[in-house]
C-alpha cells in the first residue's frame, strides 16, 4: 500500500511541478530571446537540433499540432533563415526539414542563455540534491519515452 501511496504522490509531483517549470521557462524564453521565438519555435528548433533532420508530420506530432499549424511555423523559420526544407532523396514526395548554420547558432545562443538561468535558480540546491533530481529526471525520460499512448488507450478500450 506505501507503493501505491508513493507512486501517486510522484504523479501529484509531476503534474503540479510540470507545469510551473514550463511557465518559468517559456517566460524566460520570451524575455531573453526579446521575442524573437515562441516556445513552439524555440522546441521545434531543440528537436531538430537533437535529432537531426525531420519531416512535417513528425514536428507536427511531438508539438501535437496540425500540419498546417506546423507549416506556417515552419515558414516563419524558413523565412528567416533558420530552417531548410529540402526534398528527401529517396521518397521526392517527404520534405525533409533541417536547422540551418544560423538556426543552430540562434538554438544555442538561447540554450546556453537559458542554461544559464536553470544553474542560477538552482543554485540553492546542494551538489547532493541537483545529482539527485538528474537521476530522477533521466529515469523519468526514460519512462515516458517508452510510453505508447496508442497502444494504452488501445488496451484500455477493450
Given at each position: 500500500?506505501?507503493?501505491?501511496?508513493?507512486?501517486?504522490?510522484?504523479?501529484?509531483?509531476?503534474?503540479?511541478?510540470?507545469?510551473?517549470?514550463?511557465?518559468?521557462?517559456?517566460?524566460?524564453?520570451?524575455?531573453?530571446?526579446?521575442?524573437?521565438?515562441?516556445?513552439?519555435?524555440?522546441?521545434?528548433?531543440?528537436?531538430?537540433?537533437?535529432?537531426?533532420?525531420?519531416?512535417?508530420?513528425?514536428?507536427?506530432?511531438?508539438?501535437?499540432?496540425?500540419?498546417?499549424?506546423?507549416?506556417?511555423?515552419?515558414?516563419?523559420?524558413?523565412?528567416?533563415?533558420?530552417?531548410?526544407?529540402?526534398?528527401?532523396?529517396?521518397?521526392?514526395?517527404?520534405?525533409?526539414?533541417?536547422?540551418?548554420?544560423?538556426g543552430r547558432e540562434a538554438?544555442?545562443?538561447?540554450?546556453?542563455?537559458?542554461?544559464?538561468?536553470?544553474?542560477?535558480?538552482?543554485?540553492t540546491m546542494s551538489e547532493?540534491?541537483?545529482?539527485?533530481?538528474?537521476?530522477?529526471?533521466?529515469?523519468?525520460?526514460?519512462?515516458?519515452?517508452?510510453?505508447?499512448?496508442?497502444?494504452?488507450?488501445?488496451?484500455?478500450?477493450?
Amino acid at each position: 500500500m506505501e507503493e501505491l501511496s508513493t507512486r501517486l504522490r510522484c504523479a501529484h509531483a509531476l503534474i503540479e511541478v510540470t507545469p510551473r517549470l514550463t511557465t518559468v521557462m517559456r517566460k524566460d524564453l520570451r524575455i531573453h530571446s526579446a521575442g524573437l521565438f515562441t516556445e513552439p519555435q524555440f522546441r521545434v528548433l531543440a528537436y531538430l537540433f537533437r535529432e537531426g533532420e525531420a519531416c512535417l508530420s513528425t514536428l507536427a506530432d511531438f508539438q501535437g499540432v496540425s500540419l498546417p499549424t506546423m507549416s506556417k511555423l515552419i515558414q516563419g523559420l524558413e523565412s528567416r533563415g533558420l530552417v531548410l526544407r529540402e526534398k528527401d532523396l529517396c521518397d521526392r514526395r517527404r520534405v525533409a526539414l533541417n536547422l540551418t548554420p544560423a538556426g543552430r547558432e540562434a538554438y544555442e545562443g538561447l540554450l546556453r542563455r537559458t542554461e544559464a538561468h536553470i544553474v542560477q535558480w538552482i543554485s540553492t540546491m546542494s551538489e547532493e540534491e541537483c545529482a539527485a533530481v538528474l537521476q530522477a529526471l533521466i529515469r523519468v525520460d526514460t519512462v515516458f519515452s517508452q510510453v505508447d499512448l496508442d497502444a494504452f488507450y488501445a488496451l484500455a478500450a477493450q
